[in-house]
Nanobody, 116 residues
Framework: QVQLVESGGGLVQAGGSLRLSCAAS????????IGWYRQAPGKQREVVAT???????DYANSVGGRFTISRDVPNRTVYLQMNRLKPEDTAVYYC??????????WGQGTQVTVSS
């Protein structure tokens, strides 16, 4: 079964750090771009960071310099290290491969809450 499973969310104070993990099963890892997306209450979902199958990385302007996406190829895991977190980073974070199949592949999401 092809799936993406996130973990690592939680509650942290502003200025703190969290690391999210995305375990990819099946053949999605290394085949298509995998990224982290987030959706805050009342807002549209937005891209946070992506890594292509060739390892090319891109970040949203709002997180550049604070967040780092990386991947562990042997373990088929994609990470999002989030430093200097701000209250506006509060959202549900999703690991996703939007180009997988007809509808894309999305994880179940993990809540990140940053208190001020």
């Amino acid at each position: 079964q092809v799936q993406l499973v996130e973990s690592g969310g939680g509650l942290v104070q502003a200025g703190g750090s969290l690391r999210l993990s995305c375990a990819a099963s099946g053949s999605v890892f290394g085949t298509v771009t995998i990224g982290w997306y987030r959706q805050a209450p009342g807002k549209q979902r937005e891209v946070v960071a992506t890594v292509t199958r060739h390892g090319y990385i891109d970040y949203a302007n709002s997180v550049g310099g604070r967040f780092t996406i990386s991947r562990d190829v042997p373990n088929r895991t994609v990470y999002l290290q989030m430093n200097r977190l701000k209250p506006e980073d509060t959202a549900v974070y999703y690991c996703a491969a939007p180009d997988w199949g007809a509808r894309g592949l999305w994880g179940q999401g993990t809540q990140v809450t940053v208190s001020s």
